[in-house]
């Protein structure tokens, strides 16, 4: 995807009275391993004030290395990026991880409060259960940890 088609894509939107308010930009994809012009479309989409992912699923996992972080100068104009680790990371089990600029909108979005889930320390500390969709979860981040500590 470059900037002009996606300016264009939102013009028509906007014609058909549709409101846009999220495009999602490609950095090394699973299916084709495509990369879009993250500058361009971030540019865009700040201007129209749309939230912009990045699904780096296959090839995110690269910008570890100093020489592939060429790859995306504008980390500016993103709100969210994702890449799994189970792909290049050879993290064994199913694992995502998902960066965002504002945890807030997250927490709000996902935000999950009965009373039975309810504690003395909410105040206190971060409560991750409210960071993904589903209640139950399993642990994937130590996992993760043990295999970028033993590479480095």
Same mark, same amino acid.
């Given at each position: 995807?470059?900037?002009? *088609? ?13 409101? !846009?308010? #999220?495009?999602?930009? &490609?950095?090394? &994809? ?13 540019? *865009? @989409? ?5 939230? *912009?992912? =990045? ?22 104009? +993103?709100?969210? #990026? ?8 050879? *993290? ?21 409060? !009965? ?10 500390? =971060?409560? #991750?259960?409210?960071?993904? +969709? !589903? ?11 043990? =295999?970028?500590? @033993?590479? #480095?």
């Amino acid at each position: 995807m470059r900037g002009e *088609v996606l300016e264009s894509a939102i013009k028509e939107d906007k014609a058909k009275g549709l409101m !846009p308010y #999220f495009v999602c930009a &490609t950095l090394g &994809t699973t299916s084709l391993c495509s990369f879009d012009a993250i500058d361009e479309i971030s540019a *865009v @989409a700040k201007q129209e004030g749309l939230w *912009v992912n =990045v699904d780096a699923a296959y090839a995110g996992a690269a910008l570890i290395c100093p020489e592939y972080r060429y790859l995306i100068t504008n980390w500016n104009g +993103i709100d969210s #990026f994702a890449l799994s680790c189970n792909k290049w990371l050879m *993290v064994t089990a199913d694992c995502a991880v998902m960066f965002v600029r504002d945890s807030l909108d997250l927490l709000k979005t996902f935000n999950v409060d !009965p009373l039975y889930l309810k504690h003395q320390y909410q105040k206190e500390a =971060v409560d #991750f259960r409210n960071w993904q +969709i !589903p209640l139950c979860r399993h642990f994937r981040s130590l996992k993760l940890w043990m =295999v970028l500590s @033993a590479g #480095f």
